[in-house]
Nanobody, 119 residues
Framework: QVQLVESGGRLVQAGGSLRLSCAAS????????MGWFRQAPGKDREYVGT????????DVADSLKDRFTISRDSGKNTVYLQMNSLKPEDTAIYYC????????????WGQGTQVTVSS
C-alpha cells in the first residue's frame, strides 16, 4: 500500500501563487507515476498533470501548462504542484494520485487539499 498526504492548500488572492505538496509513504518503490487531479464544486474531476518517476517526464493539462508545473524530490518521496497566476476558477479540491499498475490508472489517492482563489 501507498499513502499519499497533500498539504499546502489555502485561500489565496487571484493572481497569486501556491505550491502544493504530496508526500508518499509505504510501498513507494512500486509507484511509477504520481500527479494531481482537481475537482471544483459541482464539476467533474479534472486531470491536472503527472510526473513519471524513472525520468521525471512531466505532463500537464493543455489548459493549465502555461501556469502550472509539477516537480519531484525523489529523496523525500514528495511531488509538488506549483500554481502561478491563480484564477477564481482554479478553486477546487486538489488530489494527489499515484499509480503502480498501468498508464492512466491511479490506484492511490490522497484525501485532498482545498485551494480557494478569491477575486
Amino acid at each position: 500500500q501507498v499513502q499519499l498526504v497533500e498539504s499546502g492548500g489555502r485561500l489565496v488572492q487571484a493572481g497569486g501563487s501556491l505550491r502544493l505538496s504530496c508526500a508518499a509513504s509505504g510501498r513507494t518503490f512500486d509507484v511509477y507515476i504520481m500527479g494531481w487531479f482537481r475537482q471544483a464544486p459541482g464539476k467533474d474531476r479534472e486531470y491536472v498533470g503527472t510526473i513519471r518517476h524513472r525520468d521525471n517526464w512531466v505532463d500537464v493539462a493543455d489548459s493549465l501548462k502555461d501556469r502550472f508545473t509539477i516537480s519531484r524530490d525523489s529523496g523525500k518521496n514528495t511531488v509538488y504542484l506549483q500554481m502561478n497566476s491563480l484564477k477564481p476558477e482554479d478553486t477546487a479540491i486538489y488530489y494527489c494520485v499515484a499509480s503502480s499498475v498501468s498508464p492512466g490508472e491511479y490506484n492511490y489517492w490522497g484525501q485532498g487539499t482545498q485551494v480557494t482563489v478569491s477575486s
